[in-house]
């Protein structure tokens, strides 16, 4: 190379310019400009990276937010599923609330029931929590009543005393209180809250809107809690399918 060439023949008479060169007779500007390069090629790499690695975690955060509203969806229309018309409470554009058996809890009593009993015998009262709330029915109606603790093997105590006679076999089943509805958020944005039992957590976060519609036998909107057959959540987010909608048939 001409740089080395020039350097030799530099050195051999100017005995003090051997600090400008290293041992090989490469001078500074070389170096200089391969750490130039070395700079430029490290910069473009971490700046492609940095692209990839944005890129990437935008894609996850999608991702996830697609699954969380896929799962909040199923969640919302496997227990709409469980109300009926007689159970509905609320039917606004901005709250759904009803009562239904979520977990299935039903047994029936061992002998029959007398006015201001508040121990029920019952076939099977395991795994019933205290403070839910049960119904108690029979041919001439249905009781309203809590657990005063936990449910036993073989009975459940209530709170308040029965009010009515029961016989035996009256069936005795959970009855939860379940609310969808939508809270504001302050950016703009809308959560889809559940609440159960008085507990609420947030459903599904992040949309741009979202409400509740109702029809009737008819296919006709209604606002009236009686007559509400059909249970539609309107979804609007920014997520790729933008807008969702689901249909939910309650129990005739």
């Known amino acids: 190379m001409i740089c080395r060439h020039s350097a030799h023949s ?7 310019a051997r600090r400008l060169f290293n041992s090989d007779g490469v001078c500074m500007s070389e170096l200089m400009i391969s750490l130039a390069i070395g700079s430029f090629v490290l910069a473009t790499a971490l700046t492609t990276l940095n692209i990839v690695q944005t890129h990437a975690g935008k894609q996850q955060r999608s991702l996830n937010q697609q699954q969380d509203l896929r799962l909040g969806l199923e969640v919302f229309e496997q227990e709409v599923r469980l109300a009926t018309a007689e159970t509905i409470v609320t039917a606004a554009s901005d709250q759904f609330m009803f009562y239904a058996n979520l977990s299935d809890h039903r047994t029936v009593t061992t002998a029959g029931l007398n006015h201001g009993q ?8 395991s795994g019933w929590g205290e403070g839910k709330t049960l119904s108690v029915c029979g041919q001439q109606g249905c009781e309203s009543h809590r657990l005063a603790r936990a449910g036993q093997r ?4 209530l709170v308040d005393p029965i009010q009515s006679s029961f016989p035996e076999g009256a069936s005795v089943q959970i009855r939860n209180r379940v609310v969808y509805y939508v809270k504001r958020q302050e950016a703009g944005q809308s959560n889809l809250m559940r609440m159960v039992d008085g507990g ?11 409400r ?29 399918l933008h807008r969702m909608v689901r249909e939910v048939s309650i129990r005739s």
């Open 212 to 240: 509740f519609l109702y029809r009737n036998d008819l296919g006709q909107s209604t606002a009236q809690a009686a007559l509400v057959r059909r249970v539609i959540l309107e979804i609007n987010s920014d997520q790729p």
């Open 200 to 210: 609420a957590s947030v459903l599904i976060d992040g949309l741009d809107d979202l």
């Open 118 to 125: 508040t121990v029920l015998p019952v076939l099977d009262g």
């Open 10 to 16: 530099f050195m051999r008479w100017q005995p003090g």
């Open 154 to 157: 073989f009975h459940l105590t």
